[in-house]
């Protein structure tokens, strides 16, 4: 028994907010599932109040890894029902070696997905996509977010998920493109949602971010977006498959002191356009500025560019920025 099934037994069960985290959905999706498929708690305080013990959010639990295999909800409901844990109480728990912080715990639960040595939370955020749960998602990633940092969840919680869902969808042919399709949209919401207004900015310290033409790949552009919103540091972001001349009109318009261009694909990344873009030059006659220009994305792999900066994963991509930012 966890630390936290002790305190939910000795407090007289858990709350359905508690179970929900636990479970990583919404607690009105722990309440509909009461209502729809009999998998309530089996005590009740005054009022009509939901107290979970571990038996009930074992069958929950059940329920959880019986519809990421394809099962209807129904049919996993009362198999969940059919099936009472041996000793009432929920399933082992791989061990956290001794030292572990609480947060970095992993998880290897059975989610439909290969997701291996993940954070804990990536169980809650795979479950919510493969059961196209809207409100349990968006709940997963505000957590996420504000729990760790963008940057943090990024790297650990959605990037995993998000990696596993393509694996799936890849071996899978045509199946779960839906399941990419809503993880990829929520995602973004999130990524936009958790920025905070933009600030005015001073002349000059302005970061560009776009893909170059032919990419449509924008999520870890969006991350990188939010990242440095997150930090107060000044950016404009013009997303997918931007044309050359829209790029280049809009680094004169902006002047801006970095711009980072985004290739997913090598069939999309140009040492031409990253050159071109990085000789420009805007300001008055004796104090002539460039930019600093950053090449973002596997699609540059092999194809570096003598004097751009070239970060590795979305932290060293933040830090590059920030400096060029504020020096």
Known sequence: MTPSDETGRQGGGFTTGEVARRLGVAPTTVRSWDRRYGLG???????????WTAADIARLERMCALT????????????ARE????????PPRRA??????PEAARSRARTGLQLGDVRQECRGMARAALRLDADALDEVL????????????WNEVIMPTLQAVGRKWESAGERYVEVEHFLSWHVSGALRRCAPPARSE??????????????????????????LAERGLPVRMFGAALPVEALVEAVRRTGPAAVGLWAQSRTTASRPLAHHVAAMEWGVRGARRQPV???????????????????????EAVTALKAVATG
Not at 83 to 90: I, K, L, Q, T, V
């Open 41 to 51: 708690p089996a005590l009740r305080t005054g009022g009509k109040h939901r107290r």
């Open 68 to 79: 990421t295999t394809g099962l209807p909800p129904a049919e996993a409901a009362r198999l």
């Open 83 to 90: 099936e009472p844990p041996s000793d009432g109480a929920s």
């Open 96 to 101: 956290t070696p001794r030292g572990t912080p």
């Open 142 to 153: 505000a957590a996420v977010i504000a729990d760790h940092g963008l940057v943090t969840a």
């Open 202 to 227: 001073r002349s000059g310290a302005m970061t560009l971010l776009a893909c170059v033409p032919g990419e449509n790949h924008t999520l870890p552009l969006e991350a990188l977006t939010a990242a």
């Open 293 to 315: 220009v950053l090449t973002l994305g596997p699609g540059w792999a092999g194809k570096a560019v003598p004097g751009l900066l070239r970060p590795m994963g979305l932290a």
